[in-house]
């Protein structure tokens, strides 16, 4: 069993911590540099039906210096903080003589920021988390990269507790493959917010178009191939409908036109 410790109580440190304790994983500490954070984490950790293994309480602590009695350390912290917080982890002796393994999640931070040390990786969910809404980790694919074999293997072993594919890529394709989930999560997301306003308070019938069309893109190589709608075919009286609707709504009109054109243009690629 490995005993897991957290430095940071965000988002991720919330849905790892919660998913590795329930497969089995005994998590030590949380460490946060609000102690309310770490605090309010660790309640909802040593619930009794987020516990079901029986394992040991975890603890919320302001001394990171505990941290070390750990097998590894998850940094789930924003990529500023990465270098800073390790700073005083590379320090420590568990840490220093490699009993102790520290590996960051971020999806934009490069390995070699843990370099100073002799055991090091990354564990980097390819999913949006929140603390709000629940998700299985089944089926969030985990990027890898470690710095020799025994790292490796714990990181298989901890995606193996949670039931998750992994991929092991190096820091330079874990930064693309980031990159291209900021346009699949959160320039979507902007995107669905225009809508919204748009459609209000009828929005809730968008849903099932939403799903049906990420579902189709991904199943018929590129996504333009099954590309609808007035722009690829040119249907300029439409186009032209919407932008009068569009007129007092300026951010939502320029994106219109931008996406209009693009898609216009990717088609004309397409079949060539």
């Known amino acids: 069993m490995l005993n897991i410790s957290f430095a ?18 005994n998590v030590s500490y949380i460490w946060n540099r609000s102690f309310h954070a770490s605090q309010t984490l660790a309640k909802i950790l040593n619930k009794p039906e987020n516990n079901l293994h029986n394992l040991e309480n975890t603890e ?10 750990s097998d590894i350390i998850l940094l789930t912290l924003s990529d500023d903080s990465i270098e800073k917080i390790f700073e005083t982890i590379s320090s420590f002796e568990s840490v220093k003589s490699g009993k102790t393994i520290v590996c960051h999640t971020s999806g934009a931070t490069p390995l070699s920021v843990l370099n100073k040390i002799p ?3 990354v564990f980097y969910p390819l999913m949006t988390l929140s603390k709000t809404k629940p ?12 710095s020799d074999k025994k790292t490796h293997d714990v990181l ?13 890529c190096d820091s330079e394709e874990r930064l693309r493959m980031h990159l291209a989930a900021v346009f699949v999560s959160n320039f979507v997301n ?11 308070p009828n929005h809730i019938f968008l849903m099932p178009l939403a799903t049906e069309t990420v579902r189709k893109a991904f199943l018929y190589g590129h996504p333009a191939h099954v590309q609808t709608g007035p722009a690829i075919r040119e ?16 951010e939502h009109k320029e994106v219109y036109e931008l996406m209009t054109k693009y898609i216009g243009e990717s ?3 397409i079949k060539k």
């Open 119 to 121: 055991h090091f990786g």
């Open 190 to 200: 902007y995107i669905l917010g225009l809508a919204y306003d748009i459609s209000a």
């Open 60 to 69: 919320a602590t302001e001394d990171i210096n505990l941290l070390s009695e």
């Open 135 to 146: 998700v299985d980790m089944k089926l969030v694919p985990f990027l890898l990269e470690s």
């Open 267 to 269: 088609s004309k690629k």
């Open 235 to 250: 249907d300029i009286s439409t186009i032209n409908k919407h932008l009068e609707i569009l007129k007092e709504m300026e």
């Open 8 to 25: 940071g109580a965000g988002n991720a440190a919330y849905r790892l911590s919660m998913s590795l304790k329930a497969a089995g994983c």
């Open 156 to 168: 298989v072993q901890l995606s193996d507790y949670l039931g998750s594919e992994y991929k092991e």
